[in-house]
């Protein structure tokens, strides 16, 4: 199976977590976090870019678990129904913690938080099996223009404010000026048609994230 990761082309260490605090891992668990599809991977990091833009400086990296490798999941429906939100990072570390703490397990699948239908895979680089993980390939990340000029646009400041009113991951703001925004809920494909009335700018990046909402 191929896993991706985009990430600053100066990361030289690809299969060494950082130790930071994350969702699925308490301050201190190396791991990295690895998406099912490049358009995820994308998505994830739109997230942490508002504001700043991909450029020229992203690479995607393409990872591959061998079949063998047993791999964990956290499924969905055993979850609380406020997992996604960010103050329910303790609950979603937990989880993940006593997976991480396991000495046999390399991997462990979990739901986006952004689109839970989707899956993220979470690889543990302290694990003695992590030779068995491979970089197959790696290529320069470059996003249709019109993403990076969202993305440029955005207003991290007021962004960041609404985030904590809301205190939901599940919706993304994107300010298309300092006097208008839209809500994106991402978990939802109906959306679409209410989305294209609101904004145009918003509209092409639900496009360029998630084409085949429109292919009907």
Known sequence: MIVYRIVHRMVKELLTGSGRDSRWCSSGGKVIYTSSSVALACLENVLRRSGAGFASDFQTIFYEIPDKIKIEEVPIKELDENWRLRSS????????????????????????????????????????????????????FIPDERLENILRSVDIKKLKKLVREKDSISNIYFFISSNSFCILNISSRNLAASIKSRSRAAFSIWRLIWPTAFSN
């Open 89 to 140: 990072y303790s609950y979603c570390q937990a989880i993940g913690n006593i997976w991480y703490n396991k000495k046999d397990s390399l991997v462990l699948k979990v739901p986006s938080a952004i689109i839970p239908d989707e899956f993220n895979f979470v690889i543990k680089t302290t694990s003695p099996g992590i030779g068995r993980i491979k970089i197959k390939d790696s290529k320069p």
